[in-house]
């Protein structure tokens, strides 16, 4: 074939060139193949990175150029093309050549300076394939719509582009309120930005303009005074009736609000079925609840606030909303929030509850996106008892897969076993993250029977810094048969002693383990091949970090993310020999490593130096902590970062 033959795709830009003689007999089919694939194509880019040597080597020639050109138009890249044709004209002397090269140059010149209306010019397929690249958060296509009328009808005729609309930052000009009466009843996610100056007018809109297919309304902004934050509730309580036969979700930031009312945003808007509101605290205090319709469908309810919702408020919820697939509060209460729940909302299969002081955005799933199932996530902060749960766990044992506690800082002190034996009343079988944050001492003495209802467990973080050394070997006993672990997390821990020891030791291998049963402990074996080997180890503010620990730690060949954080304190510190030799320890025993976090060490030039010797391949990140301490001898934390950094060219270095 001729090498001027260009085949150009959007996807795939080639040429198809000739063939070198090939002793077709003697080769085998696999050759022939291997040979017609690397001879009979040639990239755009190949092609042009042979013709600009060909024209080097031979610069009167003015085909030379004019190929050139092609080549780069094909390649879309037009500017090179007319710089080529542009340098033959310089080069080349004869007349009749530089004629041909110029009414090339003029064609490339035309081309590239003529103003085509894509909109008006192309098929309807193309021009929806334009238009579903426009972003609705722009300030441009709104600008769009003014460009002509042709464009304000075909931008009309998209109404997919108007379905999310945004009214943010400068946005609310003029454009925008001239178009909101066009493209208002195209709006199904509205995201409104509240600002001192406009948040009157911009929630007005939602009155003044035919909002007809609204279904889902966002308010958030960082503008929190009073006087400005009591107007928006205030046009809310106005606009909502005229929206609310279509509105599904509702996110309202409405920071220092004490008077915008619960009851009367789901009372006239009955199809909700997401609501998020953060607000300094809800006005509804009827000792008899709220006035709600019979049942509610509210799947999502997602509350932050820095007051406390009365019982009555949350009973009245709950009892009104069957459906309800997710609760998250965020709230003071006196009551516990799981009390009051009992056996309400059976379809529940999110519960976040926190009582921290305030407003803060939870972590939300979009739940209607997911099959109907039972109860799968369980995170709540300040809890007193698991008594309430008992039902519920009974319910969703198998569908439960994260548990996330943070016990109460008072009443977790009078908490008794009691307490926490609906979490190992029911085998967990789907369990695959447990985390225990600021553990009691009743709660981590239960934790053995805990853990040995949960097969499939993958993650585990506890952090319990007041615990007995019995409870504490108990829970490291407990941990060795965990055969499904790959992250683990150990927070103000004493790992000093054997049994932890052990457990480094032990952990992936075909060993005896001691398990908790109702019968008292029980002796099984697990074999190497049942386990899913340790990925992530993390030992923070740990006391009892020796280099004995730290040689076990090195031999786990498949750790991927490691993080060693010893306790503060004279007795706790390592040498910088210790330090030393663990970074050659990992260096020869974890291959796999590519996340490395230390603190609270000592580190110099020549650990930094070691640390060269590394896999340059799999090392990404290297954070060295706030506590890291560089001696007076060594060199700078600077020269440290230098001396990585030369060596590794992926290496991310964090030093604080």
Known sequence: MHSDFVISTSLNEFTITENTNVDWAAATNTEKEQHTLSTAYKTLAQEIDEILKVKKDNPLDHKNYIHAAKLYSCQGNQQEAIVALQEGLRVISDTQQKHIIQQHLDIMTERLERKIDFLAQCPYEIVQNILNQCDPQQNTVVTCLNVSRLWHRKLLDHTYLWRSFHIEGSMWDYETHQVLPDISKFVEHLYIERTWATTHSRIMALKTHSFDNLKSLKIWGFDNESKNIQEACKCLRMVLSCISNTLEEVDLNLGSSTDFSLGYLLSTCPKLKSVRLAVYSFPDNDPDGMKLPNILSLAIIDLSTKEMISTPTLTSLFHHSPQLRYLGLRAFMKQSVLSILGGMCPELEEIRLSQLCGIKRTETATMTAQPKGGLRYLNI?????????????AKNCDTLQE??????PYYGRMTTIQDWQPFSSFPLNNLTCLQIRNGCVSLCEHLPAILSCTPALQELHINAPLITDTIRENIFVSIERLTKLISLELVNFDISGDIFERMLERMGQGENFTTFTTTGPTSITCDHDNYNDLRCLRIDHCRGIGITILRHISKIKTLQELSINPAKGRLQQLSENDVADFIT????????????????MIFTTEIAQVMTEWNKENILIVTLGPGMRYPKKGAKKGSVKRIMNQHFDRLRVIMY
């Open 381 to 393: 902060e300040h809890i007193r008892s698991a008594i309430p749960l008992i039902s519920r766990l």
């Open 585 to 600: 320890l990992i260096l020869r025993g974890l291959p796999h490593l590519w996340d490395l976090h230390l603190d609270n």
């Open 403 to 408: 548990i996330s506690l943070v016990t109460h």
